[in-house]
């Protein structure tokens, strides 16, 4: 699943970004490859508002579709088979 | 540009993330005595100036140093000759701002930093251990509120204590064993950054990136403490400003105050009143002390003090219609800058600007271009590819009406009646879509993807405000006056040959029978290109029916820029784009002002 996916609330950790120069920003801001991050807002076909920590960073929605990323916490509990591997 | 060292001063170099006051510290530092200019080979400004013994020099906002856009090329040339370096950080956002401080100290050039926004801090209920965080990064950390001047003193007297951070033993070890390869260890680690190459030395810059930005995540642990802020004001109006719901309305709100303030006020009632006291005093003063020596009715006079002549139209221009709607403007947008305000704005709209080819940052020079669209096409450069940088300069061209005119053209539209208004904002709306999109399908390339940190809301200090205002004013005015001064000087040497009569009959047949409009609207059309209102106000004085006005009024909007904007275009995008640009809107604007006119005269 991508980052453009998610739903409001949903807790999730980063796997692979896109390569290139928007990775290397992408770090500076401090989202790489198992960063944990909760989006807080996802507007319609836009950006998703993640955060991280205590800092918020928006990003695209066609640079969130190439950040591949894996579910924690919301979705999880309510699908009750991978609740146990991620709890 | 970065000079060479004075005798006996000190080269220190202020970097820091983009918004942390920086600019402030450069200000006390330094004082009155600024010199700003453009860096070489980009459209980049350095400021310098001098505080005792140190040359100072401030560098533009940046996340990280390496090559990713011109900010950073110039800030890495100007921290490469640096004595010492002076780090500000926001200490609201320690997270985000570390990276850079910790890949400065990597670098082992000695260094202070300065955290700022103390108060700020404290208002948050953060507390930061200033004592863990000096100890390490192994340099010199003071607190600070820079707007209230708290600190300031205390981070002068330490300027001297200065000292190379604590490299990271990754760092370390790997400079220790590529040393013999170049002179200096910041050299070898720009090359291990992938930012230079050195032979025999490999690039790592993914590896010591992610190595970097752990150490800032475990720092931050161990350095930052946050109370739960979730029930706080500002912290709930930020997030309630990111869902569309809300951040909609608010925007339109938001845009309609810029409006009274800016559109109503400033380009109503205090350029009223100033033009009044230009005309009034000035121009007859100016005219009568240079007709002394200089004739009236030669062409030298004509160009100094006639109709539209450099001493009486452009400093009337300058000092009586843009300095208030610049001012106002830059005040305007300080606050929404100060405030956190203005990424939640591009989050918001990033996708509709996705559809025009540009990315959410794309919203500030849209709304400064309501403002002035010279001012606008000049803050292009913030945007993130060449690409971008064209699509809105044309965009401005084409489709935004300045303050300047805004005001004559609602005056106009609503006295026919809403009805007419609304068909001129949908008109513009369609355009300004249609030609977006298809830049945006034409060009070659995409979009840049939106990575953007969203603040915490603040409320913006005056102080601050005003101190931005006044800068950017200045540099404005500085950077456009002359460029006005051309523009009017052009004018007046088409007025003086007759080019200006040639022209009027020439696009005569183009007016009257595609646009259905009466001739002297070529004289209006043309007194546009000097100022955009003088065109709107043209027709102001003909008898037009109401679907004539509203021609006239999108024909006028669409038309090419005034012609400072142009001098602009033709600076930024060089002379063959430039024409392009010019060549476009004249045919976008006359083909869709006939076009209305068929259907509906």
């Known amino acids: 699943m991508t980052l453009n996916q998610l739903n409001r609330g949903q807790t999730v950790i980063l796997l692979d970004l896109p390569s290139g120069i928007i990775r290397s920003q992408a770090v500076r801001l401090g989202l790489m490859p198992g960063t944990e991050v909760t989006c807080v807002q996802k507007m319609p076909k836009g950006p998703v508002i993640i955060r991280k920590n205590h800092q918020q960073i928006a990003v695209g929605e066609a640079l969130a579709a190439q950040i591949t990323v894996k579910a924690l916490g919301q979705e999880v509990a309510r699908d009750g088979k991978r609740a146990q591997r991620w709890a | 540009m970065a000079k060479e060292h004075k005798d006996g001063h000190k080269h220190l170099v202020l970097v820091g993330n983009p918004n942390v006051g920086k600019s402030v510290v450069f200000n006390y530092l330094t004082g009155l005595y600024v010199d700003v200019s453009n860096f070489p080979g ?36 100007v921290i490469m000759k640096a004595d010492l370096l002076l780090n500000v950080v926001d200490g609201v956002h320690l997270e985000r701002d570390l990276f850079l401080t910790l890949q400065l100290a990597d670098m082992g050039i000695p260094m202070l930093v300065v955290v700022n926004m103390m108060d700020e801090v404290k208002r948050q209920g953060i507390q930061l251990d200033i004592k863990r965080l000096e100890q390490y990064l192994g340099v010199p950390v003071i607190p600070i509120v820079a707007a209230q ?112 303030l800016i559109g109503v006020f400033a380009a109503g009632t205090v350029v009223d009143y100033l033009e009044g006291v230009m005309n009034t005093y000035y121009e007859p003063w100016v005219r009568g002390l240079v007709g002394q020596t200089i004739a009236p009715d030669t062409a030298l006079g004509q160009i100094l003090i006639g109709d539209f002549g450099v001493l009486t139209m452009t400093i009337t221009y300058i000092l009586a219609l843009l300095l208030p709607l610049v001012i106002s403007f830059y005040l305007f947008l300080s606050i929404l800058e100060d405030s ?28 400064l271009g309501f403002g002035c669209v010279t001012m606008a096409s000049i803050s292009t450069r913030i945007l993130g590819s060449d690409r971008e940088r064209l699509i809105a300069i044309v965009l401005l061209s084409l489709t935004i009406p300045c303050s300047a005119q805004m005001g004559v053209i609602t005056a106009m539209l609503s006295a026919v009646g809403f009805g007419y208004f609304l068909a001129y904002v949908f008109i513009m709306l369609t355009i300004f879509m249609l030609a977006g999109t298809l830049l945006n399908k034409l060009l ?158």
């Not at chain 2, 995540?217 to 997030?239: A, P």
């Not at chain 2, 404005?476 to 009017?488: D, H, K, N, Q, T």
Request: glycine share 6%; aromatic share 8%; proline share 5%.
């Open chain 2, 42 to 77: 980009t459209t980049v400004d350095v400021s310098q100036g001098t505080y005792n013994d140190y040359l100072v020099t401030d560098t533009p906002g940046i996340y990280g140093v390496s090559s990713f856009n011109d900010e950073e090329k110039v800030a890495k040339e």
């Open chain 2, 149 to 260: 001047r708290i600190g300031l003193e205390d981070m002068t007297k330490k300027l001297a204590t200065a000292k190379k951070g604590i490299k990271s033993t990754e760092i370390s070890g790997l400079l220790e064993k590529y040393k013999d390869i170049a002179k200096g260890e910041t050299e070898v680690l720009l090359a291990l950054e992938g930012e230079n190459k050195l032979p025999g030395v490999p690039e790592k810059r993914e590896e010591i990136y992610f190595a970097r930005r752990k150490r800032v995540d475990n720092l931050c642990k161990e350095v930052v403490h946050y109370k739960d802020n979730k029930h706080q004001l500002s912290t709930r109006i930020g997030d309630l400003l990111l869902k569309p719901a809300v951040g909609i309305p608010a925007l339109l709100i938001m845009l309609y105050l810029a409006y009274r």
């Open chain 2, 340 to 367: 956190g305000y203005l990424p939640r704005v591009a989050a918001l709209l990033d996708r509709v600007f996705n559809v025009i080819g540009l990315n959410g940052r794309a919203v500030i020079p849209m709304i």
């Open chain 2, 444 to 601: 070659p390339g995409k979009p840049t993807d939106l990575l953007i940190d969203i603040p915490p809301m603040r409320l913006p200090l005056l102080k601050n405000v005003v101190q931005k205002t006044f800068n950017k004013s200045w540099h404005f005015l500085a950077e456009a006056g002359p460029l006005f001064v051309i523009g009017s000087l052009l004018i007046s040497v088409m007025k003086l040959t007759g080019a200006i009569e040639i022209l009027q009959s020439v696009t005569a047949p183009l007016v009257v029978s595609w646009m259905k409009l009466p001739i002297e609207a070529t004289t209006a059309f043309m007194m546009a290109l000097i100022r955009r209102d003088f065109g709107a106000a043209a027709f102001f004085q003909m008898a037009l029916s109401k679907q004539q006005i509203l021609v006239a009024m999108t024909t006028l909007t669409l038309f090419v820029p005034c012609i400072s904007s142009m001098v602009v275009i033709f600076k930024e995008r060089g002379s063959k784009q430039g024409f392009l640009v010019i060549a476009s809107c004249l045919t976008v604007a006359f083909l869709v002002g006939g076009l209305i006119a068929q259907v509906i005269i």
